[in-house]
């Protein structure tokens, strides 16, 4: 959509939630409430008829129980082939009123939820903590759990992620050699890794979660789910809808879109989810206030910032900037000052992290004595990104990302066609249509060749037991405020909770949204309809501080002393500037 129509767009999404929340009464009328859904047979014939996992939990990492736990491969044949789960428990600080297991999952796809649930004692509030374990499923081929391995050896993971290490390419040299990568990535996964890219499908990781519930002593599950982690607790709501008693979504997808059901299936993924779009908005509304703002309060403010960024792209676009000094030469591309804009959206310090950057880059390419000081920031982040690589030990990040989207979703046939569908994005949803646009050519259908024939391609409109809560942000780069708005009129029972933080998911940016989080994840009683909370950060509402990087606040909650932002997990493509894939 283009960029001129900011507001336009904003006010429609809100439009759109205030639709689903409308409350329509007729006088005189009565009707029993309607009926919910229930497990279907072919879900409990594939989970009730299994015994109940018994996990041999050990004391790990000194604050946590680990276990690990073998699954059937293909729920269809619970005696054949099986794959090893890794799980992680924090117990609740009040063990005699404990209320049962809380679920977490970070996103990705290809987050560790282990890892993620030894974090929890950082992010979730004390009340949560008391009353809950904390657990963490590390999906099947992700994480510490049975690994999907794509290539036989580091050498030949290298040498075809090699040609795909950029934020995304530009120009047809650079198109032709990321989809040639793109093609040896998806034919390696689809042949070596056939076995667990198979079998890596959401649904399939909903079935495990249903198990582990099992496993853990809960008569109901219990789960806060952020970004790809909205799509698990979608998927698990609709196979198992009335398995749960409280289920959290923050940050979602549209399971729909993900999915790629009906004539959808036919476009890129971010045709369908509109990624691009969050992000487009987002930075163009950073541009307006920090011109609002003034030099005081923003880095990027002198002159016009839209058009000022707009030409800082046009000019490493036809050039990219090269740095010499004492300690060797790097260079910033167009993609990577793309790339490191997209990753700076992720804060809830989006407004000033990004301006920092473009004013430093611009300073950079208008030379004389303010470039000293930019090159020695910039210089920081590229030194940071040559510190990660592909040598030792295996790295599968990538391939467990690609498993899950691959597999869940139905994708164009021919990688060959990604260019003019990539430009097109960039024309509807301007600087981020190319970036995470490109983020699934590997997945095109005649080249990512492994099926599961588990997967869920919905209904996702079951009418659920218990009510789930969906969470949306109105300026998420990443997972478009929108989606949260479809995601809640797709779910009968279903409350949508809206914030106007920054960044990349809601949880721990403002009190109020927390705290309506933290509340329903207790009690199971949700915010009310059209609910919309204020962020605890505002982007240029403190004066600018010489010498203080912005990006020293972005992990601070808004929510307690001591507490930090969950480290939430999105799809992101490489950046020079913003550390690697």
Not at 117 to 135: G, I, K, T, W, Y
Not at 431 to 455: K, M, N
Request: proline share 6%; charged share 20%.
């Amino acid at each position: 959509m283009p960029s001129i129509r900011p507001r336009l767009l904003i006010a429609g999404v809100l439009a759109a939630a205030v639709a689903t929340t409308a409350v329509v009464s007729v006088p005189g009328a009565a009707s029993a409430a309607p009926k919910s859904a229930t497990t279907s047979a072919a879900e409990k014939r594939r989970l009730d008829r299994l015994p109940t996992p018994k996990l041999g939990w050990y004391k790990c990492y000194q604050i946590a129980e680990c276990a690990t736990v073998k699954v059937p491969l293909d729920y269809d044949k619970p005696k054949g082939a099986k794959t090893e789960l890794a799980v992680v428990r924090i117990k609740a600080k009040d063990q005699k009123r404990k209320i049962g297991s809380l679920f977490v999952n970070p996103g990705g796809p290809g987050g560790s939820a282990t890892q993620f649930a030894l974090f929890a004692p950082d992010f979730l509030s004390d009340p949560v903590l008391e009353r809950f374990d904390v657990v963490g499923v590390d999906p099947r081929g992700i994480g510490f759990s049975a690994n999907i391995k794509c290539f036989k050896s580091v050498k030949q993971q290298t040498a075809v992620f090699n040609k795909m290490n950029v934020a995304f390419p530009l120009g047809s040299a650079e198109e032709k050699r990321y989809i040639a990568g793109a093609k040896a990535f998806g034919k390696a996964c689809s042949t070596t890794g056939k076995t667990l890219a198979g079998a890596m499908s959401t649904a399939e990781v909903a079935r495990d979660m249903e198990l582990m519930r099992r496993a853990v002593g809960d008569k109901k599950l219990t789960y806060l789910g952020f970004s790809y982690g909205t799509a698990l607790g979608q998927y698990y709501a609709n196979l198992f809808p009335d398995r749960f008693r409280a289920l959290a979504v923050d940050g979602n997808i549209d399971p729909r879109q993900w999915a790629g059901t009906g004539s959808s299936g036919n476009k890129i993924l971010d045709a369908r989810m509109h990624s691009a779009e969050g992000a487009s908005r987002a930075l163009r509304e950073i541009l307006i206030r920090c011109d609002r703002a003034g030099e005081e309060y923003c880095a990027f403010a002198a002159g016009d910032p839209v058009a000022n960024y707009a030409a800082i792209a046009r000019k490493l676009r036809a050039k990219p900037l090269v740095v010499t000094d004492e300690f060797g030469t790097f260079k910033i591309t167009y993609a990577d000052f793309v790339g490191a804009s997209l990753n700076y959206l992720y804060s809830t310090y989006a407004g000033e992290m990004v301006t920092q950057l473009a004013a430093e880059v611009a300073a950079l390419q208008a030379g004389g004595t303010a470039a000293a000081a930019a090159e020695v920031s910039l210089r920081k982040r590229v030194q940071a990104a040559k510190e990660i690589g592909y040598d030792f030990p295996y790295d599968n990040g990538f391939e467990a990302q690609s498993a899950v989207i691959c597999t869940d979703g139905k994708h164009p046939k021919n990688a060959n066609g990604w260019p003019v569908a990539t430009a097109s994005r960039d024309l509807q949803a301007p600087y981020f249509g190319r970036i995470w646009g490109w983020l699934s050519v590997q997945c095109a259908s005649g080249t990512w060749t492994v099926r599961d024939e588990d997967a869920y391609r919905g209904p996702f409109n079951k009418r659920t037991k218990a009510t789930v809560l969906v969470i949306g942000n109105y300026w998420d780069p990443a997972t478009n405020y929108a989606a949260s708005v479809s995601s809640s009129r797709l779910l009968p029972n279903s409350r949508l909770l809206s914030s106007d933080n920054w960044g990349h998911a809601a949880y721990g940016t403002g009190v109020c949204v927390t705290a309506a989080i933290d509340r329903y994840l207790l009690t199971g009683k949700v915010p009310a309809k059209g609910t919309v909370c204020k962020a605890g950060h505002q982007p240029f509402t403190e004066k600018l501080v010489i010498g203080e990087e912005p990006g020293e606040l972005s992990a601070k909650s808004a929510v307690a002393p001591g507490k930090t932002l969950p480290p939430v997990v999105a799809p992101k493509p490489v950046s020079v500037l913003t550390g690697g894939r």
